[in-house]
């Protein structure tokens, strides 16, 4: 691994260990701080996530037009000051759940840029033959991130309150921001090409559509966001006021249930070199998405486990699944497609993440927060049937180019 993809992973890891705590944080905040109900919080998690159907499309054919590193740069300072502008807010008397609406909302769109680049700027760094190891120490260290945020995001609040959190994700941006500016190659320059927003988007979906794997990997990964973050949206909610657990408790279960999540880490190579990229996709995620259906399970005492054993389950297939897919798609995709294609990609799988939360906040509020947790969680045990539908079934591995 180079020197310049270190720095790259060092930022990326404390950036993502930020958004673990804000992703506690901003609804300790609306809970605890506003009185938010159930379905504003959903309504915050469709905020950030509205972006990628509203700017997602044109954002693609942008990045593949311009130098990733100063985009990326960009994006992280003003995520940085949105995120101080929320404590400063609750400071002077002014702050609402329209304004964190509006917060997150700008975050969100920060990110889809950020996010674009970022897929786009690993392949640039890493050889084909170094993109399967690169994608899992990177999906290692934000599991890893994913695992001491909640803990940190609930120390935090007991001590500091809510709004602490969404400090401490500004300062994570600025380590981020250094780390980037410590990388000094990895960009060819960009061959100029005439905008046409219109064309450009057009050739990503139509690569997208007329590929097999790519095309069922994209309406399996849709699916399994919107149903994901059904339960997502609603689990603080349902912890704090259904199961009676304290912020700090919330933290410390959540830090849990996200030690899955390295473990799949660690074992997507094992996984892969025992069963092949394909099969070992299908066979981890259908041995844990039936998890799922514990969380609803969760009661007091020696229940907490349910989501715990639930939540790590998961979590652990999620992240296998994700470094397959990520290092398929990077050696896949033409270099000079790959930002279309995937942003494409997201286009669909991350545009079901608003959808979801405001599905999981509107039956939180309609049905109850615990049936609408069974709901979604059967739906997560069953997502991976689509994945069926396409020819990873029949094949050991994925391919390593593009089909003609």
């Not at 890493?126 to 260290?141: F, I, V």
């Not at 046409?196 to 790519?214: M, T, V």
Request: charged share 10%; glycine share 12%.
């Amino acid at each position: 691994m180079t020197i310049d993809f270190r720095w790259l992973w060092l930022g990326e890891t404390t950036s993502k260990l930020g958004s673990s705590i804000s992703s506690v944080a901003i609804p300790l905040v609306a809970v605890t701080v506003l009185n938010a109900s159930t379905f504003e919080v959903g309504m915050l998690t469709a905020a950030s996530w509205l972006p990628w159907l509203l700017v997602g499309l044109p954002a693609g054919a942008w990045v593949d037009r311009l130098r990733r590193r100063p985009l990326m740069l960009a994006c992280n300072a003003a995520s940085a000051l949105l995120l101080l502008f929320v404590p400063i807010a609750a400071v002077a008397g002014f702050l609402t759940v329209g304004l964190l609406l509006a917060v997150a909302l700008l975050m969100g769109t920060a990110n889809v840029f950020f996010q674009t680049a970022y897929q786009v700027f690993i392949p640039a760094l890493l050889s084909k033959e170094e993109l399967p190891k690169g994608n899992a120490k990177l999906q290692g260290s934000e599991s890893a991130a994913h695992v001491a945020g909640p803990g940190l995001a609930g120390l935090i609040a007991q001590s500091a309150g809510a709004l602490g959190g969404l400090i401490a994700d500004a300062a994570s941006f600025v380590i981020s921001t250094v780390c980037l500016l410590r990388i000094r190659g990895g960009e060819a320059a960009i061959e100029p090409r005439e905008l046409n927003l219109r064309r450009d988007i057009k050739e990503g979906w139509s690569f997208l559509a007329r590929d097999p794997y790519l095309r069922v990997f994209t309406v399996g990964g849709a699916l399994s966001n919107l149903v994901l973050t059904g339960y997502q949206t609603i689990l603080v909610v349902f912890l704090i006021r259904e199961v009676g657990v304290t912020p700090g408790g919330v933290g410390a279960l959540l830090m849990s249930m996200s030690v899955g999540g390295v473990l799949g880490a660690m074992s997507a190579s094992r996984i892969t070199a025992r069963f092949g990229t394909s099969h070992g996709m299908l066979l981890t995620l259908f041995l844990t998405s039936p998890f799922a259906i514990l969380i609803p399970l969760t009661g007091q005492g020696w229940r907490l486990g349910f989501v715990i054993a639930g939540g790590f389950m998961v979590g652990a297939g999620v992240v296998v699944n994700n470094i397959i897919r990520s290092s398929f798609r990077q050696s896949y995709v033409p270099r000079e497609m790959l930002g279309r294609v995937t942003v494409s990609m997201m286009f669909l799988n991350f545009g079901t993440i608003p959808l979801g939360g405001l599905i999981g906040g509107f039956l939180g509020e309609a049905v109850g927060v615990r049936p609408t947790l069974w709901i979604m969680t059967t739906a997560v045990a069953m997502a991976p049937l689509v994945l069926l539908l396409g020819p990873m079934r029949t094949g050991r591995d994925l391919p390593v180019t593009a089909l003609p």
